[in-house]
């Protein structure tokens, strides 16, 4: 696997639906802690690492915690996350970026490395298991909660944030699927990986009932019950 990129996770404490719930409890550590685990456990190191939140002072403890496990932690625009990934590619000295997001705790590693795989493979410049559609809806091809998009670096930069609308900057790749080919990776292309979306049992925190099964899934693997 190609070594120059970094995994840049969108995190922030300003959920309306479920506010706080990057640092929420899950397993021994928190939600964001789960994830950053997870990713570190299945072979990427702590430099490929970074979190990507919001400059908003609740974010504060989130800054704080992320920097106390020992990953890098960098802060921009509550809202405008286009711009706050845009800052994140300035302090990095990397080609490639792999866009996660901290409420998909779950997501296979695996299903990851595939992506980034597929992506230096084809010579692509965005990559993405899913598209967003001209009327601003999404095609996933897996299982929400295991969403990955892969761009590059420069591609990123080429952006004209002021001529974005809010949907653009708060989705980051909607502004980069309409400017870029992009490298759809679906089911039928992981199969051939030995990845069948169909057994990707992955949970997307939203909600407290999201959560709840998040904490149930945690008890159940430690108890070496199937999830």
């Known amino acids: 696997m190609n070594q120059n990129?970094?995994?840049?996770?969108q995190a922030r404490m300003g959920s309306t639906r479920l506010p706080g719930k990057s640092m929420l409890p899950l397993g021994k550590t928190t939600v964001i802690g789960y994830l950053?685990?997870?990713?570190?456990?299945?072979?990427?190191?702590r430099s490929q690492l970074c979190v990507a939140t919001s400059d908003h002072q609740e974010n504060?403890?989130?800054?704080q915690h992320v920097n106390e496990l020992g990953y890098r932690c960098i802060v921009g625009p509550e809202h405008d996350v286009l711009t706050r990934y845009q800052i994140a590619a300035r302090?990095?000295?990397?080609?490639?970026?792999?866009?996660?997001?901290?409420?998909?705790?779950?997501?296979?590693?695996?299903?990851?490395?595939?992506?980034?795989?597929?992506?230096?493979?084809?010579?692509?410049?965005?990559t993405s298991t899913r598209r967003v559609n001209p009327d601003r809806s999404i095609t996933r091809f897996v299982p929400k909660g295991s969403s990955v998009d892969i761009f590059?670096?420069?591609?990123?930069?080429g952006?004209?944030?002021?001529?974005?609308?809010?949907f653009d900057r708060e989705h980051v790749i909607p502004a980069l699927f309409r400017q870029y080919q992009v490298e759809i990776?679906?089911?039928?292309?992981?199969?051939?990986?030995?990845i069948d979306v169909n057994q990707i049992k992955a949970i997307s925190?939203?909600?407290?009932?999201?959560?709840?099964?998040?904490?149930e899934r945690v008890n159940d693997e430690k108890n070496g019950r199937a999830s």
């Open 185 to 194: 990776v679906g089911a039928d292309e992981l199969l051939l990986y030995g």
């Open 60 to 63: 504060i403890p989130l800054v």
């Open 5 to 9: 990129f970094t995994i840049i996770i």
């Open 36 to 45: 950053l685990n997870n990713l570190e456990l299945s072979g990427f190191d």
């Open 91 to 126: 302090e990095i000295d990397v080609r490639t970026i792999v866009r996660l997001t901290g409420d998909n705790p779950f997501i296979d590693p695996l299903l990851v490395k595939t992506c980034i795989d597929i992506h230096f493979s084809a010579g692509s410049i965005l």
């Open 152 to 157: 590059e670096k420069k591609a990123l930069m």
């Open 159 to 166: 952006i004209d944030v002021d001529s974005c609308n809010d």
């Open 205 to 215: 925190i939203d909600t407290q009932d999201d959560y709840k099964k998040a904490c």
